[in-house]
């Protein structure tokens, strides 16, 4: 009787290691590219699910991979992903979330995707009030009016922008439409420079500079990863890089009003444990950030023998100096 109550006890632990193996969550996340936005988002995923009670490697399995701005590479990640059923997909980036897709129409997975531009025309859903399948999700889109009127007035003689953007990725061709529509408003002439991979970039950027008053990096992610080469090629020709991403104006950039990719992160982390609770996925509505942010960077202005007004100076939420 003793060895078998010996025997009981020391089984005990490895049932329980079972048991909380077979309880515990999994939430998949692939990243189309690492750069400072979409980490610090998938930051804010992570965070998000905590404040929401699942905690990293306690209740829940979370697996992080980028898919190297390849998309094959991110289509073999979703069929790998899938492969292992998890609870929720999460697809950081376009290219990345859509690789999904052909898996959500089948019922093999659930997907959650962050910082797509426009979720519509990315084929995400049909309408963002509705959607007929297992996607929800968070747009990082914020209206370019407001970014056009911060443009110039920092640089009043502002008449030609420039736009790097990679023809990939749906993100990009939709604001690259909205730019078409309305720097005319602003008489603003739009001149964009397609470049398909990171290592094109360069080149891309040495010829856009060459004919702009200065550059303009939106979501597009292909040129956020190579955001640094960009600036200095702008740098020599004393022309400055504007971008959406808030984040990417301390890597050198002269001043951003866009989204805190963090609150972009936890915004998804958010639906991704409501999901995880029991909430059908397409009952989500499509989030969009809560607020925008000002960023400038006043290295970047000596740089470029540019001084921010003061009125810009006094709304901006953060001064790199």
Not at 170 to 180: G, Q, T
């Amino acid at each position: 009787m003793k060895k078998i109550i010996v025997i009981l006890l020391l089984c005990i632990p490895a049932l329980n290691g079972i048991m909380a193996a077979e309880n515990m969550k999994k939430v998949y996340i692939s990243q189309i590219i690492q750069h400072p936005a979409l980490d610090v988002t998938v930051r804010g995923i992570i965070d998000g699910l905590r404040e929401n009670g699942y905690i990293k490697n306690k209740n829940v399995d979370i697996r992080i991979e980028s898919a190297q701005a390849n998309a094959a590479l991110a289509s073999q990640i979703a069929a790998k992903f899938v492969n292992s059923k998890p609870d929720v997909v999460v697809g950081v980036g376009t290219v990345t979330a859509q690789s999904f897709l052909r898996y959500v129409y089948k019922n093999k997975a659930k997907l959650v995707f962050s910082s797509i531009t426009d979720p519509v025309q990315a084929g995400f859903v049909d309408s963002l009030l509705e959607t007929n399948y297992s996607v929800s999700g968070v747009s990082n889109f914020i209206e370019l009016k407001p970014q056009l009127e911060l443009f110039q007035k920092i640089q009043p003689n502002l008449k030609t922008l420039g736009v790097l953007y990679n023809p990939g990725e749906s993100n990009s061709l939709s604001i690259n439409k909205h730019l078409e529509s309305i720097c005319p408003k602003f008489g603003i002439k739009l001149i964009l420079q397609s470049a398909n991979k990171t290592a094109d970039i360069p080149q891309a950027a040495t010829k856009l500079a060459n004919a702009v008053d200065a550059i303009f990096v939106g979501n597009d992610n292909t040129a956020l990863a190579a955001l640094q080469s960009i600036i200095a090629i702008a740098n020599r020709v004393k022309i400055p890089v504007y971008v959406s991403d808030t984040d990417s104006v301390e890597a050198g950039a002269l001043a951003a009003l866009g989204p805190n990719q963090y609150q972009v992160g936890l915004q998804t982390g958010s639906i991704v444990a409501h999901i995880l609770n029991g909430k059908e996925t397409n009952a989500i509505p499509i989030k969009f950030v809560n607020k925008t942010e000002l960023y400038l960077n006043n290295n970047a202005a000596a740089i470029l023998d540019i001084k921010f007004p003061d009125k810009i100076l006094n709304q901006a939420s953060k001064i790199i100096k």
